[in-house]
């Protein structure tokens, strides 16, 4: 059997790479010798008089599809080695109507207009030119339109499964249909131009072939199944797959996998929801046999779904079910449930196999991250699909909609009193000061990651929660619980823009009741803070003229006219951008400014994205506001806070300062 590129993971090597470039090549000179080098012959199509175009789309789409359903018939190559375009209904409806008009407007489509420059055709440039402004304003305008690339999601869909066809009829049925029209746009073509239709033998000749092979495939199909379109050669394998234990997954790299956040794998419990609630793996997802079909439609074919159940019959048979309807993605837990249990949290010292000291790290590390209750998440097809966050600052109305949505959790950082008072149905409250604490002589330092960890344990926080933070009239609050949310290694967090305020005015739910949270057991990840800097990498960066330090206090504490500290002013070199100028109040909501002035604004202290930037303020409060802004709003990709900032500077006589005002006589 044929391997191919997509079946290996090498699309992306340099195989891949080569046979693209050859493949390109030889597709251009194949459509420059075609004619299609010329755009006004390209447009003829529009006017009746070539139909060229036509013609060789019906020519190709034929031939692809005999070749392929032959390969299948003769085993050379498998359907699921082939990479399968899902159907979009909503972006690819959008997608052919913007490409049509271009076309009809340009007289060019992105292949032909590659062959058109090659024979130094100017509109060919300026058409690739517009496609590559195009792409660019697509990425710069992806969270406008990503609701629209999702729309009618229906994972890999097959023309004659939808009409209830055999795919051998419809070999049959299209190839037919594709002749006629062929030689309906020899006629017109023909006609148009005053030519009598003349007859062409070697036209009718390959024509007869494709209709002979069509229903040589069609009559050789006899253990295909109407019902539900599988061959036996698809028996085949899926049998293989289960002889060669390509149909299951170990508990061990399960478990692996979950523990890493792995967002492309979808664990799937399928017992009674009972049971699922009385305890499940750590990251399941409850889905009923029935609607498993359903449910996981918007996954098919898209990153990797594991079935399981306290055995491995049911799952199996799920897994035999799905195959046939397309999936190619699904795996079952091996010994599942009991097996995972027994290979990945039994406890070493109970164990009559020896270990090695890898072994029993991992079964130890193993037991804290998945051996405790877990919240209930039944999950359905808008939780599936909703399982990120749209932006770094989502609005009162995306909250509202998947207010119930499994996996999301909102922190309220206003004063208790307040929150005690009416809140956000389910958010949990949080005094932003909690987060910090005394570290090594420094006051007001944000805590360490290992009593972060501890922390969001308690609000019951997994890895695998998206979280809403919602502030009060401070916005600098929620950055400074971001960051504390960074330091963890947990960065699916986003602001609610305008806050509590906010939602309040939108006439949005509240309630004054308690929510039920249950002790999680956040892993401590120590590695996952690489954005806080110390006073001595502050102190190297003074001497490089490439870092860009940003004072984020009120200019006067900048100036050295006012001081809380032991010395007044601040670091050398630093450029002073006060934290207050990136928010409005309006209406008594307070939110950031927009991106386009914020961007503006930026521009004029930092010359790059790429720029080294270090932020500080006095104790890291206001100076996460602007980190956050660098970041997440202006895509600054070289952002460091200084936590300890001018509270541990200026007590520190050894380090430099500069004080505008203490120089005045």
Same mark, same amino acid.
């Given at each position: ?34 004619? #299609? ?20 789309? #019906? ?59 090659? %024979? ?58 594709? $002749? ?112 498993? @079909? ?7 074919? /898209? ?50 196999? *020896? ?9 130890? %590390?193993?037991?804290? #991250? ?31 909609? @998947? ?19 009416? @809140? $956000? ?32 344990? #308690?609000?019951?926080?997994? *890895? ?30 986003? $602001? ?81 951008? *006060? ?23 930026? /521009?004029?202290?930092? *010359? ?31 952002? %460091? ?11 520190? %006589? ?12």
């Amino acid at each position: 059997m044929i391997k191919t590129l997509f079946d290996t993971g090498a699309l992306d090597s340099g195989t891949g790479f080569i046979s693209a470039l050859l493949i390109g090549m030889a597709f251009g000179f194949v459509l420059q010798r075609a004619g #299609f080098g010329s755009s006004r012959r390209l447009a003829g199509v529009f006017y009746f008089k070539d139909m060229t175009v036509i013609k060789v789309m #019906f020519t190709a789409v034929i031939t692809a599809m005999l070749g392929l359903a032959l390969c299948q018939r003769f085993g050379w190559i498998a359907l699921d080695s082939v990479y399968l375009l899902p159907t979009v209904y909503g972006a690819q409806l959008v997608g052919g109507l913007i490409f049509g008009v271009g076309f009809v407007m340009s007289g060019w489509c992105p292949g032909t207009a590659a062959a058109g420059l090659a %024979q130094g055709k100017i509109d060919a440039l300026i058409f690739l030119g517009g496609a590559v402004l195009g792409s660019i304003l697509f990425n710069e305008l992806y969270a406008l339109v990503k609701p629209l690339s999702q729309l009618g999601a229906s994972g890999v869909l097959f023309v004659y499964d939808s009409l209830g066809m055999t795919q051998g009829a419809f070999l049959v049925g299209f190839t037919v249909v594709g $002749i006629l029209c062929f030689a309906l746009c020899e006629y017109v073509e023909r006609r148009q131009v005053g030519l009598a239709p003349m007859p062409n033998p070697m036209l009718k000749a390959v024509s007869l072939c494709l209709v002979v092979l069509a229903v040589t495939l069609l009559m050789t199909a006899s253990s295909e199944t109407p019902a539900t379109g599988v061959s036996s050669l698809d028996e085949s394998r899926m049998l293989q797959a289960v002889d060669e234990a390509q149909d299951h997954m170990e508990p061990e790299a399960l478990a692996d996998r979950l523990m890493a956040q792995d967002r492309s794998l979808l664990l799937v419990d399928v017992r009674p929801v009972g049971e699922y609630n009385q305890g499940h793996i750590r990251g399941a997802v409850h889905i009923p046999m029935a609607d498993l @079909h359903a449910t996981l439609l918007p996954t098919k074919n /898209a990153g990797t779904i594991v079935l399981y159940s306290n055995g491995m019959t049911h799952p199996a048979q799920a897994r035999d079910s799905l195959a046939r309807a397309g999936f190619s993605n699904v795996f079952i837990l091996t010994d599942g449930l009991a097996g995972f249990q027994q290979r990945c949290l039994k406890p070493v010292s109970l164990r009559r196999e *020896p270990l090695s000291a890898a072994q029993t790290a991992a079964v130890n %590390q193993w037991r804290v #991250f998945f051996g405790r209750a877990q919240k209930t998440k039944t999950a359905t097809p808008a939780a599936i699909e909703t399982l990120t966050l749209p932006s770094a600052i989502i609005g009162t109305s995306w909250l509202a909609d @998947h207010l119930e949505t499994p996996n999301l959790v909102v922190i309220d950082l206003r004063k208790q009193s307040e929150y005690s008072t009416s @809140h $956000i149905p389910g958010s949990l409250a949080l005094g932003v000061e909690n987060l910090r604490t005394h570290v090594l002589g420094l006051g007001s330092m944000l805590s360490p990651v290992d009593l972060l960890a501890r922390q969001v344990s #308690f609000m019951g926080i997994d *890895p695998e929660d998206l979280v809403v933070l919602v502030p009060g009239e401070a916005v600098r609050d929620t950055t400074l619980a971001g960051l504390a949310l960074e330091r963890i290694g947990h960065t699916a967090y986003a $602001i609610l823009n305008g806050g509590f305020a906010q939602w309040v005015a939108d006439e949005r739910p509240v309630n004054a009741d308690m929510p039920d949270v249950t002790l999680s057991q956040y892993p401590v990840r120590a590695e996952a803070d690489q954005f806080t800097v110390t006073a001595a990498t502050v102190l190297e960066a003074v001497r490089l003229s490439s870092v860009v330090i940003i004072d984020a206090r009120p200019a006067k504490y900048y100036q050295g006219i006012k001081s809380d500290e032991a010395r007044a002013g601040h670091i050398p070199g630093a450029v002073n951008r *006060p934290y207050t100028e990136d928010v409005q109040t309006i209406d008594k909501v307070t939110t950031l400014k927009s991106v386009e002035d914020l961007a503006r604004l930026y /521009a004029r202290l930092i *010359p790059a994205k790429a720029t080294h930037v270090i932020v500080y303020c006095r104790t890291g409060h206001q100076a996460s506001q602007t980190v956050f802004v660098l970041k997440y709003l202006l895509a600054y990709t070289h952002v %460091q806070w200084y936590d300890g900032g001018w509270s541990e500077w200026a007590s520190k %006589q050894a380090l430099p300062i500069k004080s505008p005002a203490a120089a005045k006589p």
